[in-house]
């Protein structure tokens, strides 16, 4: 065909009107299957490259990879999050990849919302960062065994999802014996926001080793909340409001444990003399608390890189099936224990 192919080109071609080839074309969502694909195909074998979505679709391969990252009202992005988004950054651009990020409003993601992107041609796969649920409705099913949606720092391989995350029982594990070690018998543990898939595997975890050294009979749980400050120093006064108090606490993540960490110092304990204090995460500012925080350091840049390489291995069909990748943490021991 001579000149620039037009939607009515595809128009005249498919029978359809040209509202209806636009919207195979830009939101494809809004058509039957059978309409988009009949458009698709005219649209390759007539060369239409109106605009990227439509170019993307017909050479079914844009270099770019869309990381959602869950927002909450009146939260700062979680400083994990945007370690793991370095990590896929940084193998992204070494593989010649370019990253879009998509605001999600929830850690519920619906398959439709996910795959949209790969539908219309706008991205060649997508990372979930922290989604605790997929609800899949009319999920995009491509020829793959498996989507190009990767799930990190949570597992949905039962959801038939390949994901990436840190192992968390190991490192509460590894918590509960340091502070064992030191010869704490009395704990607490500061939790985080109860219905979180990351305070039920840390909190099961913490327990579940306990009972085995003999010591979770005097476990005390403190309420916190939301993985901030905020929630440490309530629980911190929960905490100096106990009549026995326990000499090791144990925090479900490094923001609880610096919240704690500096009530009780205001309250006048010292750490660790009076109380040993541990968290989670391995964030940078923990070696500049004073004293500085023991924590378990999840590889969370690590993790973004591995991801990227495992999406790479959807696209060469090296993954077909659901993989599950855990990485070790590192157990940081410093002054608060």
């Known amino acids: 065909m001579n000149g620039r192919v037009k939607l009515s080109d595809i128009s005249k071609k498919t029978g359809l009107n040209v509202s209806t080839v636009s919207r195979a074309l830009s939101n494809p969502e809004r058509v039957s299957e059978e309409t988009r694909l009949l458009v698709q195909e005219v649209a390759a074998q007539l060369g239409y490259v109106g605009n990227a979505a439509a ?11 869309m ?20 990590g ?7 593989h010649g990849l370019s990253v879009m990020l998509q605001q999600n409003l929830s850690q519920a993601v619906s398959s439709d919302d996910a795959t949209k992107f790969l539908r219309t041609g706008t991205v060649d796969g997508v990372l979930l960062l922290a989604a605790e649920k997929w ?5 995009f099913r491509p020829k793959e065994h498996v989507l190009p949606v990767i799930s990190v720092l949570n597992d949905l391989t039962s959801y038939g999802l390949v ?17 064992a070690a030191r010869g704490h018998r009395h704990f607490a543990f500061v939790s985080g926001p109860r219905e979180t898939i990351h305070e039920q595997i840390r909190f099961q975890a913490t327990t579940s080793h306990l009972k085995r050294l003999g010591l979770l009979a005097d476990l005390v749980r403190l309420e916190g909340g939301p993985f901030d400050l905020q929630s440490g120093k309530r ?6 409001k106990l009549r026995t108090r326990p000499t090791a606490v144990i925090c479900c993540s490094d923001s609880l444990a610096f919240g704690f960490l500096h009530e009780v110092q205001n309250a006048g304990l010292k750490v660790p003399a009076d109380v040993a204090i541990a968290g989670y995460d391995g964030l940078d500012y923990t070696a500049f608390t004073t004293p500085a925080l023991t924590t378990s350091s999840q590889p ?5 890189c591995v991801a990227v390489r ?14 599950l990748a855990a990485l070790a943490p590192s157990l940081l021991v410093r002054q608060s224990t």
């Not at 990381?67 to 370690?83: D, H, R």
């Open 235 to 240: 629980a911190a006064q929960a905490f100096l």
């Open 88 to 94: 896929i950054c940084e193998e992204a651009e070494s």
């Open 55 to 65: 170019r993307n679709l017909i050479l079914g391969k844009t270099d770019t990879i």
């Open 300 to 304: 969370s840049s690590e993790m973004g």
């Open 163 to 179: 994901s990436v995350v840190a192992e968390e029982k190991q490192a509460f594990s590894e918590i509960v014996d340091h502070l």
């Open 310 to 323: 495992m999406l790479g291995d959807i696209w060469n069909k090296k993954i077909l099936n659901p993989t």
């Open 135 to 139: 609800t899949s409705h009319h999920a």
């Open 67 to 86: 990381v959602l990252i869950p927002t909450f009202p009146g939260q700062p992005i979680s400083p994990v999050f945007t370690e793991v988004l370095r």
